[in-house]
C-alpha cells in the first residue's frame, strides 16, 4: 500500500529526498503511527535506518546521524528522509514502514545508488 520515491543516482556528498506517501490509511491512524525507514544493502540484511515516533521522538542510525533526517507532513500523509552528504555506504534499496492501529505497512522499495 505504499510506495517509496525519489531515490536514484548521487555522488558521494550529494543528497536526496526519499518520500512515501500514505494516502490509503486514514488521517487518525496515521497521526498516531510510527514512521520508519529500512534499507537493505547489497547482499545485506534489512536495517533501521530512522523511526519517528507519535510523539515526536527520533532514531537514527549510528552512520546516518547528523546526516539523514526523517520527518512527517500529517495534511499530506507523507513521510520522508532527507539524506545529505551521501556515502557510498549508504546505496541501498530504501523502504519506509508505517506501524499504526490498522496495522503494519511496507512500501515497495527505492535505490538508492551512491557512487565515489
Known amino acids: 500500500q505504499l510506495q517509496a520515491s525519489g531515490g536514484g543516482s548521487a555522488q558521494a556528498g550529494g543528497s536526496l529526498k526519499l518520500s512515501c506517501p500514505a494516502s490509503?490509511?486514514?488521517?487518525?491512524?496515521?497521526?498516531?503511527?510510527?514512521m520508519a525507514w529500512y534499507r537493505q544493502p547489497p547482499g545485506k540484511q534489512r536495517e533501521l535506518v530512522a523511526e519517528?515516533?507519535?510523539?515526536?521522538?527520533?532514531n537514527y542510525l549510528d552512520s546516518v546521524k547528523g546526516r539523514f533526517t526523517i520527518s512527517r507532513d500529517n495534511a499530506k500523509k507523507t513521510v520522508y528522509l532527507q539524506m545529505n552528504r551521501l556515502e557510498p555506504e549508504d546505496t541501498a534499496v530504501y523502504y519506509c514502514?508505517?506501524?499504526?492501529?490498522?496495522?503494519?505497512?511496507w512500501g515497495r522499495g527505492t535505490l538508492v545508488t551512491v557512487s565515489s
Open positions: 514502514n508505517i506501524e499504526g492501529e490498522s496495522g503494519n505497512y
Open positions: 490509503r490509511i486514514i488521517t487518525s491512524v496515521f497521526l498516531k503511527s510510527r
Open positions: 519517528l515516533i507519535s510523539g515526536g521522538s527520533t
